[in-house]
């Protein structure tokens, strides 16, 4: 600022009363914006007042420092609203916009070097002039513009009390008080007085603050109960509280700027559009509110400039003329949740459709299958914009891939959904994760692994889990190459945080051994004992047993997803102050600081947006609906398909919960051995099966370097069936047309936006391919055996019908329930030879149904298989404690049939049909 | 200068006085999960959480590590750059931002550092972090270089780091 007013003598007394001459101007013209927009639409004499007494004390102090640019704009505008004060000038649209324009400048010129002398403001000068006086003569010869220190007229049309606004000393001073609260608090008559600090001494505050935090925690678990202490330890943690509080600003102020921009743009663009605003009192901290502005910017701009339609247009598609829109914020689960939503036009999902085809993100057939949802994503890649003319406004070579990526970069999650018609709506999720600071005192969760104590932030904390030996254990699964989890709803991933953290697995044998722990799944990992051996009994196992068993697992969110870490115990809760990580172990990302624990330890603070990255936890869309659809099979058991194309042009489907791998694979590493192919997989070498050499299906084109194999679930010898790309999920509907089954392998077809998909019999295909390992050794006359089949949903009846017609049996019964089941037995016991019964059903459950039949001697005799999805070992030993004579698991068409073969042959030797 | 000397195993090294700011027993050190194990543990240093490097992890080619572990029983903790004094400053000696803390066997002695004569480093040791060898009576002193440590530290670490 040094010798930026020209014809002062600097020196340091009158450098700081120019800084403050700075400060406060600023203040007092970004108050008044917000005000001045408020006045086209309800012009109030407070408003007129508090908008000229900023001008007024700009100007005046501005003359002061001989800063005649400021000066002059500042007269004029000033001598304008004096005009609209006496009512002699009426606010219009474009009196407002002179006068912000007005503000703008001196605003501009406060900063700009040398106070803007330099700039031209000679223009804008004469539009004032033209504004307050009525005629565009510029040599109006009113009241002088140099006149010193202020104008008489308006200092004599000031209230009195109006007057202290230009001497500083004065107390009380009612000026704004923030630089963008906008409601002006001159205007509630409450005087509150304000000082301004720098944030550098904030910051040191809050660091000192956090060191007394910490001081305090080393005395808790001595002086916990001494009431003085206790006393002493609540003001600390609400100091505490208070300093971050002033951290924190509104979001209002934020939402508050966009304003302006929707005014300006849509006066330009000819639109008519109304901003709302909700939750603008919800507080975050100012280096978020920073990070957010740019994109929000972007994002208003948007809707403003290709969302909300012109007047005619909206009132022709039936609209209101007046366009809406939204700017909300709120807290949601732990997550701070801002929106931007418009009522215009939305982006329709075949633009974006006929794009994507065009940039040849996906092939015609692929972007049928997408679903509406889906295809609007598109959006957010690079380069794709739907505009086919960018507008000065909101197409300047900045993309929604940048806002998702500048949204990305502060933690955010950014979502779209848009309907054509009806508007747009933009959802960023902040976790709240993201406002940790340094010496910062967050709620942290202490943990033990290995020898190691850790903190997690209890915001990433979703909820803890102990899993206790063998039921839930069964709730572990694998996907892909992931293992997880079975929670409630959701599927969660597993991260082994041993890798992530480089800590070496250690394995405890049973002689008290430590070597290294190899095995790579969690389940291995708890079967200490091995198979065979005799479990120890409840009361001969010690704590160190129990604990072993025990798994302790938190479950973290990252974003919108959960993913759960394996931990050896949990400490507690601990109110953590945030320090920064020493030089040395800075590179570690999986952690965000470190901090010192009530018992004088020194703990690492984990950090989740690290380990996600650590562990490639891939959160992609892709394998979102990977989860979401196995997520659904779990949930409801509707029939949820993987759809993957082998030659371009046709579609396959197998059901999701068959498969228990998809992954890549490189033409390079296929071995051949002579017509067969092969491909390493965890070490061992696995067969491929090619579609075209089994069925009569289009065989590849033009070969290519990577294809993908899906490898089905509960089979003895994993083979790999070769696919080109996997194309999308799909809940299977009902129409499945099983006519088209031929005995080589294909279920059935059926339709998915206009596409033909065949549906896959895995392990006919499968028996076909390797007729040795996937053999028939049934009864010989098993075709004459009469089943009766107790299953409620339709998908599995079909499904299980078919294995059995497959075969040859065609003496099926079939009844939707248990009850059903029962009075068909009763009715006709001799006319039954095995009954197969689901186990969840409506009415009367497979429990029920066996442990009726198996007191019924006449029915008793009838051997009785569960066939189930429910596979845990309490499941299947409650199934055969009810009476069950075998126990099978859904979809393993193989082992079904082998044992209803065996049942068929054991009671064909039965004296009841002897 | 005068240098601060102190055991690892049975070999000698020194820094310059000005570059120590206090020498203690050793304190509790809490491990931190890693590979590097020339990064013993972090430690509570007056509220502030401070590195502790293993300097005969750093020092000693592999194999005679194993050979030759003791227990430790000495910490030095060394001066930041803002707490040298100005003779330091003169001397051109350098130090760290941030205070760290070296793990030693034992000290030795302060020794009035006339060097009279300087040999090449020696062969066991990794010389990386030697400036020289200083000769005091009968006994051979390596002299080590702070900064050269610290940033091989570092270094080395991003290096690994980034082939992870």
């Known amino acids: 600022m040094t010798s930026r007013a020209k014809g002062w003598d600097v020196d340091t007394e009158s450098e700081d009363l120019l800084k403050e001459f700075v400060a406060e101007s600023a203040e007092n013209l970004s108050a008044i914006e917000q005000t001045l927009l408020g006045l086209e639409t309800n012009r109030s004499s407070k408003d007129v007042d508090e908008i000229f007494r900023a001008i007024h004390s700009v100007k005046g102090a501005a003359g002061f420092f001989q800063l005649t640019g400021i000066e002059r704009v500042g007269h004029n505008a000033e001598t304008l609203l004096e005009k609209i004060r006496s009512n002699d000038i009426p606010v219009t649209a474009d009196i407002v916009d002179i006068l912000l324009r007005a503000r703008d400048t001196?605003?501009?010129?406060?900063f700009a070097p040398d106070f803007g002398n330099d700039l031209d403001i000679d223009e804008l000068v004469a539009e004032l002039k033209q504004a307050w006086s009525g005629h565009p003569d510029t040599a109006q010869t009113a009241p002088d513009e140099r006149r010193f220190p202020a104008n008489d007229q308006a200092e004599k049309a000031l209230p009195e009390n109006d007057k202290i606004e230009n001497k500083p000393k004065e107390k009380n001073q009612t000026g704004p008080v923030s630089p963008e609260t906008g409601t002006g608090l001159l205007s509630n008559g409450t005087e509150k007085s304000t000082i301004r600090i720098g944030v550098d001494v904030l910051d040191e505050l809050l660091e000192l603050i956090g060191e007394v935090v910490l001081g305090r925690n080393q005395f808790l678990t001595k002086y916990e109960r001494d009431k003085p202490f206790q006393t002493l330890s609540q003001s600390i943690t609400k100091l505490h509280q208070h300093v971050i509080q002033i951290r924190?600003?509104?979001?209002?102020?934020?939402f508050n700027k966009y304003k302006r921009t929707v005014r300006d743009l849509s006066r330009d663009l000819g639109k008519k559009i109304e901003l709302h605003i909700d939750g603008g009192e919800l507080e975050l901290d100012r280096t978020i509110l920073e990070a957010l502005s740019d994109p929000l910017t972007h994002l208003v701009r948007n809707a403003v400039d290709h969302g909300i339609e012109k007047p005619g247009e909206r009132s022709n598609s039936g609209k209101g003329i007046l366009g809406n829109l939204y700017l909300r914020a709120r807290h949601e689960s732990g997550q701070i949740l801002i929106e931007v939503e418009d009522d215009g036009k939305g982006i329709h999902p075949d633009v974006i459709r006929a794009k994507a085809i065009e940039k040849k993100l996906v092939t015609e057939a692929e972007a049928g299958l997408l679903s509406d949802k889906d295809v609007i994503h598109f959006i957010f890649h690079p380069g794709f914009s739907t505009q086919e003319h960018p507008t000065t406004l909101s197409g300047r070579g900045v993309g929604m891939d940048v806002v998702r990526n500048n949204l990305e970069k502060i933690?955010?999650?950014v979502d779209i959904s848009s309907k054509p018609e009806k508007g747009t709506l933009i959802q960023a999720r902040i976790p709240l994760t993201q406002a940790i600071v340094n010496s910062s005192v967050i709620a942290g969760l202490i943990i033990n692994i290995g020898s190691y104590t850790l903190a997690i932030p209890q915001v990433?904390?979703?909820?803890?889990i102990t899993l206790s030996p063998d039921v839930e254990m069964q709730q572990i699964a694998r996907i892909k190459d992931q293992e997880v989890f079975k929670l409630r709803d959701k599927l969660i991933p597993l991260v082994h945080l041993e890798d992530i953290l480089e800590i070496p697995r250690t394995y405890i044998s049973n002689d008290g051994k430590k070597s290294q722990d190899r095995r790579q799944s969690f389940v291995d990992r708890r079967l200490e004992v091995p198979r065979g051996e005799a479990k120890k009994s409840r009361n001969q196992r010690t704590g160190a047993d129990r604990r072993k068993d025990n798994l302790i697992f938190i479950v973290l969110q990252f974003k919108q997803n959960y993913f759960g870490v394996l931990v050896d115990r949990i400490m507690g809760k601990e109110e953590i102050v945030v320090k920064r990580l020493p030089q040395l172990i800075k590179h570690r990302r999986v952690f965000a600081g470190s901090t010192i624990l009530g018992n004088g330890k020194v703990a690492?603070?984990?950090?989740?947006?690290?380990?996600?990255?650590?562990?490639?936890?891939?959160?992609?869309?892709?394998?979102?609906?990977?989860?979401?659809?196995?997520?659904r099979v779990m949930q409801d058991d509707k029939q949820q398909v993987v759809v993957f194309n082998y030659a371009p042009e046709e579609y396959f489907a197998v059901p999701v919960n068959l498969l228990s791998e998809i992954d890549k694979f490189k033409i390079k590493d296929v071995k051949k051995v002579g017509n067969r192919e092969f491909i390493q997989r965890h070490g061992k070498s696995m067969p491929l099966l090619r579609l075209d050499k089994s069925l009569d299906v289009s065989s590849l084109e033009k070969?290519?370097?990577?294809?993908?194999?899906?490898v089905p679930s509960r089979i003895k010898y994993p083979t790999g069936i070769v696919g080109c790309r996997i194309i999308t999920h799909i809940e299977l509907t009902e129409n499945l047309n099983t006519k088209e089954a031929d005995e080589n392998g294909i279920m059935g077809t059926f339709f998915h936006n206009d596409e033909l998909i065949t549906l896959l019999d895995i392990f006919t295909l499968l028996q076909k391919f390797d007729p040795k390992r996937y053999h028939k050794k049934l009864s010989s006359n098993i075709e004459q055996c009469r089943i009766l089949l107790a299953e409620d949903q339709i998908f599995f009846r079909q499904l299980i019908v078919q294995y059995f017609k497959s075969y040859g049996i065609k003496n099926i019964t079939v009844c939707k329930n248990g009850k059903e089941a029962l009075h068909a037995l009763i009715a006709k016991p001799d006319e039954f030879d095995i009954l197969v019964s689901d186990i969840e059903m409506p009415v009367m459950d497979g429990y029920q149904l066996v442990s009726t039949i198996k007191t019924d001697p006449r029915l008793r005799d009838i051997p009785a298989m569960a066939l189930t999805s429910l596979n845990s070992e309490e499941n299947i030993k409650k199934g055969m404690d009810a009476g069950f004579d075998a126990y099978e698991v859904k979809l393993d068409k193989d082992r079904v049939l082998h044992r209803i073969s065996e049942l068929y042959e054991t009671n064909k030797t039965n004296p009841r049909n002897a | 200068m005068k240098y601060a000397t102190f055991y690892i195993a049975d070999d000698l090294f020194g820094i310059p006085i000005y570059l120590v700011q206090e020498i203690s027993r050793q304190a509790t050190v809490d491990p931190i999960p890693g590979n590097d194990s020339r990064i013993e543990?972090?430690?509570?240093?007056?509220?502030?959480?401070?590195?502790?490097?293993?300097l005969k992890r750093c020092l000693f080619k592999s194999g005679i590590t194993a050979a030759s572990t003791g227990q430790r029983k000495k910490m030095i903790i060394l001066e930041t750059q803002d707490g040298l004094p100005q003779e330091a400053l003169d001397l051109g000696l350098n130090a760290g931002d941030e205070p760290v803390v070296l793990l030693i066997d034992d000290v030795f002695k302060i020794i009035d550092g006339e060097l009279e004569s300087f040999y090449p480093p020696p062969a066991h040791v990794n010389e990386t972090y030697i400036e020289g060898v200083m000769k005091s009576g009968e006994d051979l002193i390596s002299l080590l270089s702070i900064p050269k440590l610290i940033l091989g530290l570092v270094t080395h670490m991003e290096d690994t780091n980034h082939g992870s």
């Open chain 1, 460 to 464: 990433a904390v979703n909820e803890v």
């Open chain 1, 411 to 413: 933690g955010c999650m």
């Open chain 1, 248 to 254: 924190m600003q509104p979001i209002g102020h934020l």
């Open chain 2, 41 to 54: 543990g972090l430690m509570n240093l007056r509220g502030r959480t401070t590195a502790v490097i293993n």
């Open chain 1, 604 to 631: 690492l603070i984990l950090d989740i947006n690290g380990l996600v990255e650590k562990a490639a936890l891939n959160f992609s869309r892709h394998q979102e609906t990977h989860h979401q659809a196995a997520r």
């Open chain 1, 703 to 710: 070969p290519k370097e990577e294809l993908i194999f899906l």
């Open chain 1, 106 to 110: 001196l605003s501009d010129m406060l």
